[in-house]
């Protein structure tokens, strides 16, 4: 029988229903500190990512343990915010930031603008002036690094959507230093997420450290360098650095420049705290075929549909027999709607629970409504403890909002 802590994972679903997230307040807090740890001899910051997960009670038990956050829109700002994280420790990323979140970023007094191009550069120092404030800024730049993982989250290639080239960066700065309403304080680099190797962050560091130079050299006071996130995780069979490792390739890249270190974790703090929890409605064979039918689909976790990425599931329960290849599905009606191809899976029967795994991270923040479908509970677990973070959405929350105007519709 599976647990979280010391709760009975069918305990969880017996109260709150399938299917449903459950995450775990203990493993947020050791990946936290682990990490914290592990950059514990030179000045840092973690500024968690939102995107990975943005439920109120995850980020709050990350901020408790004394995070920031990451944020890339109003809407995370906002939840950053309302979680309690200090907007001194909050970043701002994102590639198309509007002038209403650039507005609400300035007012409420963050940390760090990573602008993206000098397009955004014109806006934030137009915001800012008009706002009587200085904006503090780091470009993010592209030091055109292959970090080897899917191409919808490699992100510091040259033709890529985001920052700017590092070729441009020293007329960038230059352009930035003649502005009145910014302020250059660092350097941002990101080149992608669910990173399982070491190599692409050396090489991304190296070229970043020879930029530094320059830019001091030029005039420019770098104190921050924000070296991103992207540390993997191990889904199956993958074998990622651990903390440590990680920040002796960070350490040695960057502690002699005297710098404070930024980093944006999301995923290596979230990902495998938490799990999917669906039950069985059916199993069915189509030829040879074997389908598992679940209660939870695409719209709940999507990464398998859209990454073609593995999540470990399992029966909550003893197995039954020997496994049988099988592919686990969802009641979605696209063939795309699956959370596991060609697995082996042993016999299961209607009401059977399954776990899927991983689910902490782009599991709850990716969901949707396709199908009309409301989306999942979410339950957060210390010790003995449980309690549930987001309610399951009703019939009405699908029309929420929603107006029917007679005169146009007849």
Same mark, same amino acid.
Not at 26 to 31: E, H, K, R, T, Y
Not at 81 to 106: M, N, Q
Not at 200 to 225: C, K, N, T, W
Not at 321 to 345: H, I, N, Q, Y
């Given at each position: 029988?599976?647990?979280?802590?010391?709760?009975?994972?069918?305990?969880?679903?017996? =109260?709150? $229903?399938?299917?449903?997230? @459950?995450? !775990?307040? &203990?493993? %947020?807090?050791? *990946?936290?500190? #682990?990490?914290?740890? +592990?950059?514990?001899?030179?000045?840092?910051?973690?500024?968690?990512?939102?995107?990975?997960?943005?439920?109120?009670?995850?980020?709050?038990?990350?901020? =408790?343990? $004394?995070?920031?956050?990451? @944020?890339? !829109?109003? &809407?995370? %700002?906002?939840? *950053?915010?309302? #979680?309690?994280?200090? +907007?001194?420790?909050?970043?701002?990323?994102?590639?198309?930031?509007?002038?209403?979140?650039?507005?609400?970023?300035?007012?409420?007094?963050?940390?760090?603008?990573?602008?993206?191009?000098?397009?955004?550069?014109?806006?934030?120092? %137009?915001?800012?002036?008009?706002?009587?404030?200085?904006?503090?800024?780091?470009?993010?730049?592209?030091?055109?690094?292959?970090?080897?993982?899917?191409?919808?989250?490699?992100?510091?290639?040259?033709?890529?959507?985001?920052?700017?080239?590092?070729?441009?960066?020293?007329?960038?700065?230059?352009?930035?230093?003649?502005?009145?309403?910014?302020?250059?304080?660092?350097?941002?680099?990101?080149?992608?997420?669910?990173?399982?190797?070491?190599?692409?962050?050396?090489?991304?560091?190296?070229?970043?450290?020879?930029?530094?130079?320059?830019?001091?050299?030029?005039?420019?006071?770098?104190?921050?360098?924000?070296?991103?996130?992207?540390?993997?995780?191990?889904?199956?069979?993958?074998?990622?650095?651990?903390?440590?490792?990680?920040?002796?390739?960070?350490?040695?890249?960057?502690?002699?420049?005297?710098?404070?270190?930024?980093?944006?974790?999301?995923?290596?703090?979230?990902?495998?705290?938490?799990?999917?929890?669906?039950?069985?409605?059916?199993?069915?064979?189509?030829?040879?075929?074997?389908?598992?039918?679940?209660?939870?689909?695409?719209?709940?976790?999507?990464?398998?549909?859209?990454?073609?990425?593995?999540?470990?599931?399992?029966?909550?329960?003893?197995?039954?027999?020997?496994?049988?290849?099988?592919?686990?599905?969802?009641?979605?009606?696209?063939?795309?709607?699956?959370?596991?191809?060609?697995?082996?899976?042993?016999?299961?029967?209607?009401?059977?629970?399954?776990?899927?795994?991983?689910?902490?991270?782009?599991?709850?923040?990716?969901?949707?409504?396709?199908?009309?479908?409301?989306?999942?509970?979410?339950?957060?677990?210390?010790?003995?403890?449980?309690?549930?973070?987001?309610?399951?959405?009703?019939?009405?929350?699908?029309?929420?909002?929603?107006?029917?105007?007679?005169?146009?519709?007849?």
């Amino acid at each position: 029988m599976l647990f979280a802590e010391d709760v009975s994972l069918a305990q969880i679903a017996e =109260a709150v $229903g399938t299917p449903c997230f @459950v995450y !775990s307040a &203990g493993a %947020l807090v050791a *990946a936290y500190d #682990a990490l914290d740890a +592990a950059f514990r001899g030179v000045p840092h910051t973690l500024c968690y990512a939102l995107k990975a997960n943005m439920n109120l009670a995850v980020v709050r038990t990350l901020v =408790a343990r $004394g995070a920031g956050a990451d @944020v890339t !829109s109003g &809407g995370e %700002l906002f939840r *950053a915010l309302r #979680a309690g994280a200090p +907007a001194g420790r909050i970043v701002y990323s994102g590639v198309g930031k509007t002038d209403d979140e650039i507005d609400r970023a300035l007012d409420a007094g963050i940390k760090l603008f990573n602008v993206e191009s000098r397009s955004e550069l014109r806006r934030i120092d %137009l915001r800012a002036r008009q706002s009587g404030v200085r904006a503090p800024i780091a470009f993010r730049v592209n030091p055109d690094v292959d970090p080897k993982t899917h191409p919808y989250v490699s992100t510091g290639l040259r033709t890529s959507k985001f920052g700017i080239p590092i070729s441009e960066a020293m007329d960038a700065y230059a352009e930035a230093k003649a502005l009145d309403g910014v302020r250059i304080v660092g350097v941002d680099c990101h080149i992608g997420s669910q990173l399982t190797r070491l190599e692409p962050f050396a090489d991304a560091l190296s070229r970043v450290r020879s930029l530094i130079f320059e830019l001091r050299a030029a005039g420019h006071a770098i104190e921050i360098v924000d070296v991103g996130g992207g540390l993997g995780v191990r889904y199956s069979e993958e074998r990622p650095p651990d903390a440590g490792e990680y920040a002796a390739v960070v350490c040695k890249a960057l502690r002699d420049l005297g710098c404070e270190i930024v980093l944006e974790p999301g995923r290596w703090l979230t990902a495998n705290a938490g799990v999917l929890l669906t039950r069985v409605l059916l199993e069915k064979t189509n030829d040879d075929k074997r389908f598992v039918v679940v209660d939870g689909a695409m719209n709940d976790l999507i990464r398998p549909a859209l990454y073609q990425a593995f999540q470990t599931i399992e029966p909550v329960g003893p197995p039954r027999g020997p496994t049988r290849p099988v592919d686990v599905v969802g009641p979605v009606c696209e063939s795309g709607d699956f959370l596991a191809k060609d697995r082996p899976f042993p016999p299961v029967e209607r009401g059977d629970l399954l776990a899927v795994r991983g689910a902490g991270a782009y599991g709850f923040a990716m969901s949707s409504n396709y199908n009309a479908r409301p989306r999942a509970a979410e339950v957060l677990v210390r010790a003995d403890r449980f309690a549930v973070v987001r309610e399951r959405e009703s019939l009405e929350d699908l029309v929420r909002g929603e107006t029917i105007p007679r005169e146009i519709t007849g």
